[in-house]
């Protein structure tokens, strides 16, 4: 995945993830997990369900 925007909790603003994957969790929802590319902490965005 290229340039996911997410909330990073340690920076308290919009940053950009580095190494961002998408994953299904257990629960069946889509997320973006990957790390805040300026402190290094563990990041994820959940994203809108895939159009059949």
């Known amino acids: 995945m290229a ?5 990073c909790v340690k ?3 919009q940053r950009t993830m580095k190494d961002a994957q ?8 889509r997320a973006a ?3 805040c590319e300026v ?3 563990k990041m ?4 809108p369900n895939k159009k059949d």
């Open 22 to 29: 998408e994953q299904e969790l257990d629960n069946g929802r």
């Open 33 to 35: 997990k990957g790390t």
């Open 11 to 13: 920076c308290k603003t």
């Open 39 to 41: 402190c290094g902490t």
């Open 44 to 47: 994820t965005k959940f994203l």
């Open 3 to 7: 340039d996911v925007q997410g909330y």
